[in-house]
């Protein structure tokens, strides 16, 4: 057995009201890859914030043992000091530097104010092809892509040289062929003897990466066993806490007349001249019906959605008819006036006011709606808040807590609820479950099997091929802008999807 580099005895750690961890344990050895997993909520990240020393000692009870010592840490300086690296999700860079500006910010090489720009560049270079990233150590940070700019982190994480690393959902912004290179390196870096924690909601790379696997639910550690051992059912059901029958609700069901019909629908490409980012496309959505839209990064499938609810608005041309009459959409007040709601993908910029609680998040887009004269009727709204609030089981002490405070799945329940308290006849939702824990993603498929059998009309964005086959009646996919294709029920398979895409 490889020796032990980092242990976490009894580590506990409480909130005002909320004990996020109860006495949890791990251990990682040399050379490993340790997955982690749980529902959101389930506290992976309060636990990786303690080891990182984003909460100071005192914050906490336990201890922390890195190569045989105890360790105390007041600070994440004090973490990277004993060879820690946090790689996290949310990516925060300096937009308008260069790629190894960021990659070196706390380690520029030179003398002085005077930076050694040529070995900058060169040191920089070979981080990047280590992790097998192609882009110019100079090139400004702003025109990197989401994927790319998840690899760069990366890049500044190791950068510092250290023997311990996690990762903290790394792939959310990845694209197939960047996972890849991802499980490659994370693959190196084993055989270097690098020791990893690997946080994933993406099980198919829990069981291609990790050695071991982890589980933690409700604060607790649970069981952690070699990842061969792990079989998926069991693996979700040590996770969740219960067993799992069916993780895609599906009700078949008869679809009514058109909802919405789109009809050559075409946006410009952003930044590339005389390039449409959609290009004439159109589609029917019947009443009652899931349609689900499939294809690859940058396909156009988020601006469709986007350039019909009248979020994308410059350049756009569109004939859009809800119900067989002709609208005319040219903002989101427009759409939301025609009975369209838009759970959208960036839900922490898009989907909430995140200075704002529970209560007002529901009932934001809903307010015109609610009884009272000069004020809102707060007994009124607190009743259909809390009517929404229940049956999406948004897991929160009360409505007054606030969105930002949230897990993930928990802040996309808010998301949806305040649509559902507006009560759409059609529903946009764009990767509805990115990021979110295998227990949610199951109740949000349930909730959707729900919506359109009382008759809402949902199209559904989704880059998870299982999710996108399994809960659509009927999955259009785009190719570079344009439809290439239409699959019914009988006929959603991966290889066709992949084949249009």
Avoid at 35 to 54: C, F, P
Wanted: proline share 3%; glycine share 8%.
């Amino acid at each position: 057995m490889a020796e032990v580099v980092l242990e976490m005895k009894n580590i506990t750690k409480e909130f005002p009201g909320v004990k996020a961890l109860n006495n949890v344990n791990i251990d990682l050895r040399k050379g490993e890859v340790l997955g982690i997993v749980g529902e959101n909520g389930a506290g992976k990240s309060t636990l990786m914030k303690v080891l990182s020393g984003t909460y100071s000692h005192d914050q906490y009870t336990g201890e922390i043992w890195v190569d045989g010592k105890k360790q105390q840490f007041s600070s994440v300086a004090d973490g990277r000091n004993a060879g820690i690296c946090m790689i996290y999700q949310e990516v925060s860079v300096m937009f308008d530097s260069s790629v190894a500006e960021n990659v070196f910010v706390n380690n520029l090489p030179g003398k002085g104010l005077f930076v050694d720009y040529p070995k900058l560049y060169a040191d920089t270079q070979v981080l990047l092809d280590r992790v097998g990233l192609a882009v110019d150590p100079k090139t400004i940070v702003r025109k990197l892509n989401a994927g790319q700019l998840q690899l760069m982190s990366i890049v500044r994480g190791i950068a510092a040289n250290p023997h311990i690393l996690v990762f903290d959902e790394p792939s959310t912004a990845l694209t197939d062929s960047e996972v890849d290179l991802l499980m490659d390196f994370l693959d190196r870096l084993r055989k270097d003897g690098v020791s990893c924690i690997y946080i994933s909601h993406k099980l198919e790379e829990i069981y291609r990466i990790c050695d071991r696997v982890t589980v933690i639910r409700d604060g607790q550690t649970i069981a952690t066993r070699d990842a061969e051992d792990w079989n998926e059912a069991d693996l979700i059901e040590n996770m969740i806490g219960r067993k799992v029958e069916n993780m895609y609700t599906k009700t078949p069901r008869e679809f009514g007349e058109p909802v919405l019909e789109v009809e050559d629908l075409v946006v410009p490409h952003p930044t590339i001249k005389n390039r449409n980012i959609v290009d004439h496309t159109s589609f029917k959505l019947r009443k009652g019906e899931i349609l689900g839209i499939g294809g690859l990064v940058g396909a156009g499938r988020s601006e469709t959605l986007e350039a019909i609810f009248g979020k994308t608005t410059e350049g756009v041309s569109k004939k859009v008819k809800i119900h067989g009459k002709e609208v005319t959409i040219n903002t989101p007040q427009d759409a939301i006036k025609a009975g369209i709601g838009f759970a959208t993908e960036e839900r922490k910029l898009t989907g909430f006011v995140d200075t704002m609680d529970i209560m007002y998040n529901i009932s934001l887009a809903s307010l015109d709606d609610i009884p009272g004269k000069l004020f809102v009727d707060t007994k009124a709204e607190t009743e259909e808040v809390m009517k929404h609030f229940e049956r999406l089981r948004v897991k929160a002490p009360s409505l007054h807590q606030m969105v930002v405070n949230l897990s993930g799945g928990n802040q996309q329940k808010v998301i949806l609820a305040k649509w559902l308290m507006k009560n759409p006849d059609i529903l946009f939702i764009d990767e509805p479950t990115k990021g979110i824990d295998v227990g949610t993603k199951s109740e949000f498929y349930k909730i959707l099997d729900e919506l359109a059998n009382e008759g809402v009309s949902i199209v559904m964005v989704s880059s998870d091929m299982p999710e996108l086959i399994s809960v659509s009646d009927r999955v259009i996919v785009m190719c570079e802008g344009k439809i290439t294709g239409e699959l019914d029920k009988g006929e959603l398979t991966q290889a066709n999807v992949m084949r249009l895409a």
